[in-house]
């Protein structure tokens, strides 16, 4: 079967001049948030395990209407009676372990809640540099390839990879070897792009695309335009699918969803600061932004923070209307959100050196159904890759930090120097890839 490494060295260059460190520091969620409801009869008793490091950390509880609870950590009595004396915020310092115990009993009268959350401020450097693709998954890469070009996405590496390889299947999770299709394309061929995959035969899952934009887990990707009204009116004609007409937000922006033949969601964005790339088919001009729906904003913004992911502005929004109906909903929507990016490192001269995520946490309507289980062989969009300087460094600081890797690193087989991939989760279980050249021999490289 041929085997073809389709990243041009020239791009791998250019990513080897971003030398400047990048610190990142957060206060990690740790266990949680988790909340207990009193209910009649028996106590509400339940113990879990988590990951930490070694070290101080605070047990935050908000209490409301729990008169008496115990909870133990480590075996070790925190928190009881004489805590909860009045509704509201608890703190009570902690000392981790690597593998830790939590043991939570609820007692006192029915009806009251009690959340629990176990942070641990934490600080490193991932050298974290810049967004190096999005991954879709595709029941046909003919027809995908089709809709790209219908879309704009001219710039296309394909293939883009071995169309199997043990090492880089055992890195996404599957036991032995896959089958695929994979090519990489943008609007100009340089990062950031998007991976996008065909899973073929027994590699492939039939699991359908989030059929709804408040799943949890990655639910689309924003391109924005220079012209949205004609870019829709254009896409409608070529037979492309919409949630509904371009509609504007709260905040103003002005923007519209679109599916592909599988049913994935991409977003439009109205923007009138650049210039289009491909102006014959669409007014494309660049990739946006990255949405991940997630459980809790607290938590997953910390742990991005730790990636690098400083800057930030507000995405918080709510209305009923064409606001609505445009994410698909027939009743008013509410969500809490931030946009985060990298903070933009010198020396690129192709890619996104900024990468910003949407993270949104949904409140209405809300879906608490989980992202999807690994491996990564379904429809849809599930994955994302940033570039590190050192991938055995970062991965080695992952794993210190308590983080679970997927699979063994991928990738790798031209020795030290040569790009490998590593995949870890995110605290909703989203996969992130670590896309980088090794600084060890990678004795599992072979495909």
Known sequence: MKKVIGIPMLILGVFA??????????????????????????????????????????????????????????????????????????????????????????????????????????????????????????????DQRVFYNTLGLKGEIFPAGPESCKSFAQSLGFEDNYLIYVALTSLNGSPPW?????????????????????????AYATYSTSDLDGDYAYLKAQGVKFVSAPASAPNGERFVFLKDQDGTFLKLLEDSTGAPVNPITTHLMRLANVNMNVADLERSQEFYRLLGFTESKAGSQAGSGSF?????????????GVDISLPGFVGFVVGDPKGTLQ?????????????YSPPVNHLGIDRISFFVSDLNAAVDEMNRLGFKQLGPIGGGAGGIGSIAIAFFFDPDGINVELWGPISKPNPNSGC
Do not use: C
């Not at 395990?49 to 008169?67: C, K, Q, S, T, Y």
């Not at 593998?99 to 974290?128: A, C």
């Not at 993270?359 to 992202?371: E, G, N, V």
């Open 17 to 142: 001049l971003a030398s400047i460190a990048s610190a990142g520091e957060a206060n990690l969620t740790r266990f949680g948030p988790k909340v207990y409801e009193r209910e009649q009869g028996a106590p509400t008793s339940e113990s879990a395990e988590f990951r930490a490091i070694e070290g101080p950390a605070e047990l935050v509880l908000l209490n409301d209407d729990i008169g008496n609870a115990r909870i133990k950590v480590n075996g070790l009595d925190v928190v009881g009676p004489k805590n909860f004396r009045e509704d509201g915020k608890i703190v009570v310092p902690l000392q981790l372990n690597v593998e830790n115990t939590i043991e939570v009993s609820v007692r006192g009268k029915p009806g009251g809640k009690l959340s629990v959350r176990v942070t641990q401020f934490t600080k490193t450097d991932l050298n974290v540099r810049a967004l190096v693709y999005f991954g879709t998954n595709t029941s046909s890469m003919v």
């Open 194 to 218: 998007v991976d996008t995959v065909q899973f073929r035969q027994d590699s492939f899952r039939s699991d359908p695309p989030y059929a709804k934009l408040n799943h949890i887990g990655m």
């Open 324 to 336: 609505a109906k445009a994410h698909g909903f027939d009743r008013p929507i509410k969500f809490k």
């Open 359 to 371: 993270l949104r946490q949904w409140k209405t309507p809300f879906d608490s159904a989980p992202p």
